[in-house]
């Protein structure tokens, strides 16, 4: 059975504190993707990585970096944790960049809270 | 810019009766995909049904249908002979040329016994 593993599904930091919320997925996928979901706004892209090394933006990229060293691992970086990063992470990944009939598939999320 | 809008924040439904949960969407491109995810107290997000646009014949996964409206931009999710276990958040989501999906706010299905 395929999976996306988050290291973490609560996690309490304090105002400042840099933080790393790991992504692990062990499906070969090129794709992987770094989700906010808050009550009322669904969820919201943070970052995009199509490849080792590549990393490009989504909707809310400030405040957050993302890290990708292997293809299985995608980290995403707060680099100055505020209390308004105080949210649910869910991370996704996908095959390859055409196989848009295949939707995503999602780790069961980190819950974090900044203090 | 694409945008997914989903215009029922809560909806609710006796079991065994039939519910629809509306989704409108807005693009100009001609292929793209659309999907229903739900996702249970459990957090985890799971795919319920996926529509490709250049397919007019609605998509069927058991009791999930979906009425896809290309024209109307409008893919509502039915549920039949709803169950207990459809309890869930459900967001609809649009996957187009730029290769990211695009979800809406969601809509929060209560099921009473």
């Known amino acids: 059975d395929v999976k996306v593993t988050q290291s973490s599904r609560y996690l309490v930091k304090r105002t400042g504190e840099k933080v790393f919320l790991e992504c692990v997925q062990d499906m070969d996928h090129e794709n992987m993707f770094w989700y906010r979901q808050d009550p009322g706004l669904g969820l919201r892209l943070i970052y995009f990585?199509?490849?080792?090394?590549?990393?490009e933006k989504g909707d809310i990229p400030e405040g957050y970096s993302v890290s990708r060293e292997k293809k299985e691992r995608f980290s995403l970086i707060l680099e100055s944790a505020s209390t308004n990063q105080t949210s649910m992470y869910l991370c996704?990944?996908?095959?390859?960049?055409?196989?848009?009939?295949?939707?995503?598939?999602f780790g069961s999320g980190t819950r974090l809270t900044v203090v | 810019a694409q945008t997914v809008t989903q215009s029922q924040p809560e909806m609710s439904v006796q079991e065994a009766e039939t519910v629809t949960l509306s989704c409108t969407y807005d693009t100009s491109e001609s292929d793209y995909y659309l999907f229903w995810y739900k996702q249970p107290p459990s957090r985890q997000m799971i795919l319920v049904i996926r529509q490709e646009a250049y397919k007019q014949q609605n998509a069927t996964e058991n009791r999930f249908s979906v009425n896809f409206q290309k024209a109307a931009k409008s893919f509502s999710l039915k549920i039949s002979d709803s169950q207990l276990g459809d309890a869930a958040m459900y967001f609809c989501a649009y996957r187009g040329s730029q290769g990211n999906l695009i979800f809406g706010k969601g809509t929060k299905l209560s099921v009473k016994p």
């Open positions: 996704a990944s996908h095959p390859r960049q055409g196989s848009k009939n295949y939707g995503y598939t």
């Open positions: 990585s199509y490849d080792v090394k590549m990393k």
